[in-house]
């Protein structure tokens, strides 16, 4: 094979290894869908973060519009403060509430904000206040035998 | 005491091996720079390394891909998450599969060829002849094979990947029917370009810096006769393989293990 050929063949392969590399971050990976585009930074405190990760997804009516950045325990407050990257492109009222949300029965956890009715929006670095925790399994159950029980005790009363 | 004496004397043999082995690579990774401005040379090399590799490459990562689609259908079907299917080919490719398989063939397809070509130089005398004639023959024939395995294993375990990606696609999607949305856009919202994609790039670029030095020195020290060939070609791929296996262990725990 002649030099101009075989050179012809290393530069078709490597073109080929660049483009499954291309492939691989843009449809099989994140770079195209969230990450690179600047976003704000906001932060809520939750009595409980439940398995929320950093990476986990910020949804806004089931849309996500950002990603958790980091989750942090606040050494006086005991609280977790997670700190969350917003999509620039929308902007949310300065009294919207955050919750821990699941999707699905065994899906990952999420951060769902509902948007609040205040004229002004929120700013970079400001404080989502209202927020509302993770739902433990555990506690809904500890609740649940509890008001049984209540029930129970105060159904065995009457019989009496 | 004979036995004493006969651990103490396979120890420094094993010293001494692992020491020759580290100059050897010093050597080489000294004569690169040197290589790089004698660039055709390399441009040959990747051809034969990378191109001719192409073929095996793509064919067991479609392979790889259908069976894991397959076998990963049947056992999410149980607990209705088909849609996932798509997540876990992905991952299980770009952070595991692709690096690894494409390594262990990459020290069977190019390896061996490399130690061969090598041993045979060494043994119709062309590298004694190269080194009279003042050639550094580390310079003039091993760096850019190194170079260009280097180069081409990346480039290999990459397509390794994609192709197995594709392969899941058309066994799961266009076959089976899982829903085409839902197969992409899970992929892409778990799998991150840098802690993923780039670690098993970082993986594959130091398999290809395993399996072509391997060959290399297996090719360069190996006893000039056809017996020394053949046994230099058969360490080249166990060698090899059993280093990729391990250091896959080695890099899996450093990279992946936190988070």
């Known amino acids: 094979m002649t030099k101009r050929g075989i050179e012809t063949l290393v530069g078709l392969f490597v073109l080929l290894g660049m483009a499954g590399l291309v492939f691989l971050s843009l449809k099989a990976a994140n770079l195209g869908s969230f990450g690179n585009r600047d976003g704000y930074v906001v932060t809520a405190r939750f009595d409980n973060i439940g398995g929320l990760k950093p990476r986990s997804p910020v949804r806004s009516a089931g849309v996500t519009v950002g990603r958790v950045t980091s989750i942090v325990l606040d050494g006086k407050t005991f609280q977790g403060v997670v700190t969350m990257e917003l999509d620039r492109s929308v902007q949310f009222p300065r009294d919207s509430s955050a919750k821990i949300l699941t999707s699905g029965l065994l899906g990952d956890q999420y951060v769902g904000i509902e948007p609040g009715g205040d004229e002004k929006n929120l700013a970079a670095g400001e404080v989502i206040t209202q927020t509302q925790s993770a739902v433990v399994l555990e506690n809904l159950i500890g609740q649940f035998l509890f008001s049984k029980a209540a029930e129970g005790g105060s159904g065995g009363g009457a019989g009496k | ?259």
């Not at chain 2, 020491?19 to 040379?41: C, E, Q, S, V, W």
């Not at chain 2, 005398?125 to 003039?140: L, V």
């Open chain 2, 1 to 259: 005491m004979n036995l004493v004496s006969t651990l103490g004397a396979r120890t420094l043999e094993v010293l001494r091996s692992l020491g020759h082995a580290a100059f050897f690579f010093i050597d080489l990774l000294r004569a690169t720079p040197a290589a790089m401005r004698r660039f055709n040379l390399v441009v040959v090399q990747i051809h034969a390394i990378g191109n001719l590799s192409l073929v095996i490459i793509l064919a067991s990562g479609m392979a790889v891909g259908f069976v894991l689609a397959l076998q990963m259908y049947y056992a999410l079907v149980t607990y209705g998450a088909t849609e996932s299917l798509g997540l876990i080919v992905n991952l299980s490719l770009v952070r595991e599969l692709g690096p690894v398989v494409a390594a262990l063939l990459f020290a069977g397809r190019a390896g061996t060829s490399l130690t061969a070509e090598i041993g045979l130089m060494k043994a119709g005398e062309q590298i004694a002849a190269m080194e009279m004639m003042a050639i550094d023959p580390k310079s003039r024939v091993l760096a850019p094979r190194f170079i260009g395995g280097v180069v081409s294993m990346p480039l290999l375990a990459i397509l390794f990947s994609a192709i197995g990606i594709l392969g899941a696609y058309v066994v799961a999607v266009l076959l089976i029917g899982v829903d085409e949305g839902n197969f992409w856009s899970i992929m892409q919202a778990r799998v991150d370009v840098w802690r993923d994609v780039g670690n098993g790039v970082v993986k594959s670029i130091v398999f290809g810096v395993i399996c072509t030095a391997v060959a290399l020195y297996q090719g360069y020290e190996t006893q000039a006769t056809p017996e020394g060939v053949a046994y230099a070609t058969t360490r080249t791929v166990v060698i090899s393989s059993l280093s990729v296996l391990g250091m896959d262990f080695v890099l899996t725990a450093l990279m992946f293990s936190t988070g």
